[in-house]
């Protein structure tokens, strides 16, 4: 009882006014003077006006909440919308290698490329089909862009397949714009070159290479790429062509292998010794 006599006498003057402060309040709670009426009224149009001044002055917590729930909410929509840009990415690329297959009369047998060697004299990829869905030997491969290869190894379940950046791959080829023949070949780097092209035919830069009736492996027409470099040895009477392939090896996911066999009665006739 001494220690909390002690502690009322030491806080007196606290005690005290706050005593008052109460019994202030509560006399001009209770009082309706005109004088009372007056003072309430610009003590709540004071309050209201500080309120608007300092409204604009964020709350800490209520931000920093604010802001931890945007990021989330950012973080969920960036991944679905990457999930929904590749799936519209990957629907397109099926779309047109659908229409690619509509289009042509060949057969086709769509596969899925799950291995790729794109950095040595003898690139390939690796395909997920083989032989037990009809693929056979020297088969060219497509994708909507255009050519890719040729399978040159396969088992019952998967297929490696040659592409254009190889130093054995050969493919007869036409400028479609002037009908002038070629053969395809690659020696290093991302482009491809037109061999055999004379000094006096008519190639220009942009012009499209498809692939020739002269072909015994791959169908004439498939698209093989645009001419970005033409230029004049002049030690020698063919054109130094350049082509840039219509196919990007290096984002390949998806292609399509012609379901067309040489003609082994033309390829004989063709190697057959002349008399």
């Known amino acids: 009882m001494r ?33 009372i009426r007056r003072i309430r009224a610009i003590t709540i149009a004071s309050l209201g006006f500080l309120q608007d001044a300092f409204g604009f002055i964020p709350n800490y917590f ?35 290698l659908l229409g690619l297959r509509e289009r042509s009369p060949y057969r086709y047998i769509a596969a899925g490329v799950v291995g790729k060697n794109l950095q040595l004299l003898r690139n390939t990829i690796t395909i997920d ?4 869905q009809g693929i056979a030997l020297n088969m060219p491969i497509v994708t909507d862009a255009g050519l890719v290869g040729r399978i040159s190894a396969l088992s019952s379940g998967y297929a490696i ?15 479609q714009r002037a009908r002038v023949d070629g053969i395809i070949a690659w020696e290093g780097g991302d482009r491809v070159k037109l061999r055999n092209v004379a000094k006096t035919l008519d190639v220009k830069t942009g012009d499209v290479v498809i692939t020739s009736e ?56 063709e190697q057959r010794p002349a008399p």
Request: charged share 25%; no cysteine; hydrophobic share 45%.
């Open 129 to 132: 089909a083989g032989s037990d």
């Open 3 to 35: 220690r909390l006599y002690d502690i009322l006498l030491f806080f007196r003057e606290y005690l005290l006014l706050t005593l008052f402060v109460v019994v202030s309040i509560g006399l001009l709670a209770s009082n309706d003077t005109t004088q």
């Open 214 to 269: 002269f072909s015994s492996v791959f169908p004439p027409g498939i698209r093989i790429g645009i001419v970005t470099d033409i230029r004049q040895e002049p030690s020698s009477l063919f054109q130094n062509i350049e082509i840039t392939p219509a196919v990007d090896f290096a984002r390949l996911e998806e292609v399509f292998v012609i379901a067309a066999l040489p003609d082994s009665a033309r390829i004989a006739l």
């Open 161 to 175: 397949g040659q592409i254009m950046l190889n130093k054995e791959f050969r493919a007869s080829a036409k400028v």
């Open 62 to 96: 209520d931000l920093r909440q604010e802001n931890r729930t945007l990021r989330e909410l950012n973080v969920t929509l960036s991944d679905e919308a990457s999930r929904l840009r590749e799936a519209s990415l990957e629907n397109l690329r099926l779309r047109r």
